[in-house]
């Protein structure tokens, strides 16, 4: 009996019986989640096929909690070995890894991007500030010292100065990493920055405040001008195309890609780039991360390999075919010390948050 089998054998006994059969069940690699992190995951699941001829990966795009959700379900060759997300691991997600024995887990952050907000070149040019935002798209707004349901209709209706056409603006359902990102770096900034909210806050203490913000500046509107696209950012971009006074929220990348149809929408008058977002000026950004499944790894065929080159210099590195299609990476220092926690199966801590 070869070394080799006995150790598969023995990590199969370790797994639990949901992994009986698996090296021999699947033969290709599955993965799910983020939108945002799909075409890095796409990329890197076309070069591991061409330089190790092995089956291609299968990559479903299923937004990050979506992807939580599956990923967290059990080990066993039924259940996928990484996920995408957009944001890192909820504790409450964690909590339900840990319930089904999805314990030994690598986080691993493989880049940043900056949540887009874009319209057509048609389009006439839009500079937001967070609060405009946030009074576009909020389910209810404060007017005369209380919440009311918002009635903004057009742009013009919250500032003059903005174009007088209807807020339509496409974004991503409640399940995607980029909604959570976007709900609180601008629509819970937004609000908080708006002049009732500071009142609010020298009033209340800190727990009557945060649930404040929770309950109230999160909530998008359903009545009309904001509309759930569903986890498949190209749709956005078909939409925006098709009609030149609609606005789309999605990851950067999508913008990068779509240049020469679409353009930035400044937020607080920067525009979302490798540098602003890198260097934090531009203030809609996030780190991206993938979570690979450490008692998949000895036996789903490919799967070292595969993490290996996710994490690889000509990847991931600063001029990485991931940079060409959109991620801004990760200083040398920081990638060095993400390559080694993927190679080495590091466990990652208990979420906090």
Known sequence: MSRTFVAISAIIAVAGPGFAGAANARDHIKIVGSSTVFPYTQAVSEEFTRKFGRKAPVVESTGTGGGMKIFCQGIGEQYPD???????MKKSEWAECEKNGVTDVTEVLIGYDGISIAQSRKGKPMDLTKSQ??????????????????????WSDIDKSLPDIPILVYGPPPTSGTRDAFVELAMQEGCQALDFM??????????????????????????????????NDNLIVQRLEADPNAVGIFGYSFLYENEDKLQAIKVNGVKPSFESIA????????????????????????????????????????????????????????????RDAALNGQRMDVPTN
Do not use: W
């Open 198 to 231: 500071k009142e609010q806050k020298s009033k209340l203490d800190k727990y009557a405040y945060g649930n404040l913000v929770k309950n109230q500046c999160s909530r998008m509107r359903q009545d009309g001008p904001f509309i759930e696209a569903g986890e």
């Open 279 to 338: 260097s934090g000026e531009y203030s809609i950004s996030r780190p991206l991360f993938i979570y690979v499944k450490n008692a998949h790894r000895e036996v789903i065929p490919g799967l070292k390999e595969f993490v290996a080159e996710y994490v690889s210099d000509e990847a991931m590195g600063q001029d990485g075919y991931l940079a060409d299609r959109g991620m801004v990476p990760l200083q040398p220092d920081v990638l060095t010390k993400t």
């Open 133 to 154: 935002i946030y009074l576009a798209l909020a389910a209810e707004i404060p007017v005369d010292g209380q919440f009311v349901p918002n009635t903004h209709k057009k």
């Open 82 to 88: 990484i996920t995408g997300a957009s944001r890192a």
